[in-house]
C-alpha cells in the first residue's frame, strides 16, 4: 500500500468516446496502475458506445491509491448507469409516440372502413327497394283491371318498406356510432395501458435504485457501528486507564484536586440550540494526602481559590507576627528600663506559637505550589484527550441516529413502491379484463349486423 500526491486540474469534457483520467505527480512521473486503469475504461466505453464522460482529475492531497481507483470506478458507473437510465427513458418516450401514431392511424382506417361498409350496405339497401318498386311498376302498368284493394295493398307494402328502411339505416348509424366510440375506448384503454406499463416499469428502476441506495445506507450504517463500537473501546480504555491513575496515585499518597474552574457556559436564550456536550473536562492536579487535607481545611473550590486563600491567611500571620515583634520589642525595650510586665512569659509563649503555625503554613503552602506544578500538565493532557473521546462519542451517536432514521425512511418509501406496483399491477388486470369485454361485445355486435 502507498500513496501518491496528485494536483487539482482543470475539468476537461472529452468530444470523443473516450474516458480521460489526468494524474500528475509531484515528480511529473505518471503511476503504472493509473494507465492501466485509463485502458481498460477506455475500452469499456468504446464497446458500450458512450457519447462522452468528464475527465475527472484528482485533488492535492494524499490518499491511497485503492481508494482513489474505487472511488473513480464508482463515479465512471454511476456516470455510465445515469446515461443508460436516460437513453431507455428517451427509448420509451420515442416508441409511446410511435404507439400513439399507429393507434391514431390504425383508429382513421377503422372510421373509414365503417363509412364505406354504411355507404355499402345503403347503396345496397336502395337498390333492393328500387327493384322491389321496379318490379310493382309494371304489374300496375300491364293489369289495369286490378282492383282498388290490391292497389292499396300495394301502397301499404311500398310504405311499410320505406319504414322498415329507415329503421334499418337508423339501427346501422347507431351500431356504427357505438363501434366508432368502442373503438374509441379500445384506443384510450390501449393508450392507458401503454402508460401503465412506461410506469410500472419506472417503479420498477425506482425501486431497485432504492434497494442499492438502502444497501449503501446499510453498508455504511455497519461501518459506522463499527467505529462506534471501536471508540466505546477506546473510551472504556480510557475510563480504565483513568481508574488505575486514581488507584496508583492513592497507594503512593497522592489524590488529584481540581486545578482550574472550566469555562462558564454563555447565556444562551430558551431558542437556542443547547451547549455543547463536550465541553473540555477542569484541569486538575495531583497533590500528597496532606496537602489535600490542608486544601480541605481552607474550604472548597479550585486549586487556585485555594492556595490564594492560603497565601491570604499566610500575609495576615505575617502581619501579625510583625506586630508582635513589634510588640515584643517594646515590651523588651520597657523591660531594660524597668518597666517589665508579668505577662512577658505569656507574650513569649504566643509568639513562638505563631511562628511555628506560620512556618509550618509556609511549608504546606510550598509544597502543594510544587506538586500542582508538576501534576498540572499531566491532568491537562489526560483531560483533553477524555474531551475529544467524548466528542467523538457523542458525534458517532448522532450519526448513527440519522442513519436510523434515513434506514427506516428508505423501508417506508420501498413499502410504498410496492405497493404502488401492485395497484398498477390490479388495475392493469382490470383494464386487460375489460378490453376483453368490450372485445367480445364488439365482435357479438358485428355478428347480429
Given at each position: 500500500?502507498?500513496?501518491c500526491t496528485f494536483f487539482l486540474n482543470q475539468v476537461v469534457i472529452l468530444p470523443s468516446t473516450v474516458i480521460g483520467v489526468v494524474s500528475y505527480s509531484r515528480d511529473g512521473l505518471v503511476s503504472t496502475d493509473l494507465c492501466k486503469l485509463y485502458l481498460e475504461l477506455r475500452l469499456q466505453c468504446a464497446k458500450s458506445s458512450v457519447d462522452r464522460f468528464v475527465c475527472v482529475c484528482f485533488a492535492t492531497y494524499k490518499m491511497p491509491l485503492v481508494e482513489n481507483l474505487f472511488g473513480l470506478t464508482a463515479r465512471f458507473v454511476v456516470l455510465y448507469a445515469e446515461q443508460r437510465l436516460a437513453a431507455r427513458r428517451a427509448a420509451r418516450a420515442e416508441a409511446r409516440e410511435i404507439r400513439m401514431r399507429e393507434l391514431e392511424r390504425q383508429q382513421r382506417e377503422q372510421e373509414d372502413h365503417a363509412d364505406k361498409a354504411f355507404d355499402m350496405y345503403t347503396e345496397s339497401v336502395?337498390?333492393?327497394?328500387?327493384?322491389r318498386l321496379a318490379a310493382l311498376s309494371p304489374a300496375g302498368v300491364h293489369s289495369p283491371r286490378r282492383s282498388s284493394e290490391d292497389s292499396a295493398d300495394d301502397g301499404f307494402n311500398v310504405k311499410d318498406l320505406r319504414h322498415e328502411l329507415k329503421e334499418v339505416e337508423e339501427k346501422f348509424r347507431k351500431a356504427m356510432i357505438l363501434n366508432a366510440q368502442l373503438d374509441n375506448d379500445k384506443a384510450a384503454l390501449g393508450y392507458q395501458l401503454e402508460l401503465l406499463k412506461d410506469r410500472i416499469e419506472e417503479l420498477g428502476e425506482e425501486y431497485a435504485q432504492l434497494q442499492r441506495e438502502h444497501k449503501e445506507k446499510c453498508s455504511t450504517h455497519e461501518r459506522l457501528k463499527r467505529e462506534h463500537?471501536?471508540?466505546?473501546?477506546?473510551?472504556?480504555?480510557?475510563?480504565?486507564?483513568?481508574?488505575?491513575?486514581?488507584?496508583?496515585?492513592?497507594?503512593a499518597g497522592f489524590a488529584f484536586v481540581e486545578a482550574a474552574a472550566p469555562p462558564a457556559p454563555p447565556r444562551a436564550a430558551p431558542a437556542d440550540p443547547p451547549p455543547d456536550p463536550a465541553a473540555p473536562a477542569p484541569l486538575l492536579a495531583l497533590v500528597s494526602h496532606a496537602a489535600h487535607q490542608l486544601?480541605?481545611?481552607?474550604?472548597e473550590g479550585t486549586l487556585d481559590v485555594?492556595?490564594?486563600?492560603?497565601?491570604?491567611s499566610k500575609q495576615a500571620l505575617e502581619s501579625e507576627v510583625r506586630k508582635l515583634k513589634i510588640q515584643l520589642n517594646e515590651e523588651r525595650a520597657a523591660r531594660q528600663n524597668g518597666v517589665a510586665n508579668h505577662h512577658d512569659q505569656?507574650?513569649?509563649?504566643?509568639?513562638?506559637?505563631?511562628?511555628?503555625?506560620?512556618?509550618?503554613?509556609?511549608?504546606r503552602a510550598a509544597r502543594a505550589e510544587a506538586e500542582a506544578a508538576l501534576q498540572a500538565g499531566g491532568a491537562a493532557r489526560l483531560a483533553a484527550q477524555l474531551a475529544r473521546l467524548r466528542a467523538r462519542q457523542d458525534q458517532h451517536d448522532q450519526l448513527e441516529d440519522q442513519l436510523n432514521q434515513e434506514r427506516r425512511r428508505l423501508q417506508r418509501e420501498t413499502r410504498e413502491a410496492l405497493n404502488r406496483v401492485e395497484e398498477l399491477e390490479t388495475e392493469n388486470s382490470h383494464l386487460t379484463k375489460r378490453l376483453d369485454k368490450l372485445k367480445n361485445a364488439k365482435s357479438a355486435l358485428l355478428k347480429d349486423l
Open positions: 500500500m502507498f500513496s336502395g337498390r333492393r327497394t328500387g327493384s463500537a471501536s471508540v466505546e473501546r477506546e473510551l472504556e480504555a480510557a475510563r480504565a486507564a483513568i481508574r488505575a491513575r486514581d488507584a496508583a496515585a492513592a497507594d486544601l480541605d481545611d481552607v474550604g485555594r492556595l490564594q486563600k492560603l497565601v491570604s505569656e507574650y513569649e509563649d504566643e509568639l513562638e506559637t505563631l511562628r511555628k503555625s506560620v512556618s509550618e503554613a509556609r511549608g
